[in-house]
């Protein structure tokens, strides 16, 4: 399996900007996808998750700012108002729930200036 993402880049902050993450090979139907994402000197962080029937779940500080979406294998994650603390690299990731190993993707740098 692997997790291609893309559309990272540079932004003034309040823009916009979309990721998107497109998983090729065996994945199980029921495997959920996500964005993590990892800021200089932090831990990496859950942004926004999306299982397989749609249900998502979103970090606090990215509700309402933030949109994941996906179709079947790729998933999107719409980013709105961006501020300069959603400066970070974004992860792309696969849950497979135990049938199968997790994967993740090779990041993508978003940098957001003020």
Not at 31 to 51: C, D, F, H, N
Request: aromatic share 8%.
């Amino acid at each position: 399996v692997q997790l291609q993402a893309s559309g990272g880049g540079l932004v003034q902050a309040g823009e916009s900007l979309r990721l998107s993450c497109a998983g090729r090979g065996s994945i199980f139907s029921i495997a959920a996808m996500g964005w993590y994402r990892q800021a200089p000197g932090k831990q990496r962080e859950l942004v926004a998750t999306i299982s397989s029937g749609g249900i998502t779940n979103y970090a606090d500080s990215v509700k309402d700012r933030f949109t994941i979406s996906r179709d079947k294998n790729t998933v999107t994650l719409e980013m709105n108002s961006l501020k300069s603390e959603d400066t970070a690299v974004y992860y792309c990731h696969l849950d497979q729930f135990g049938l199968g190993p997790n994967y993740w993707g090779q990041g993508t740098l978003v940098t957001v200036s003020s």
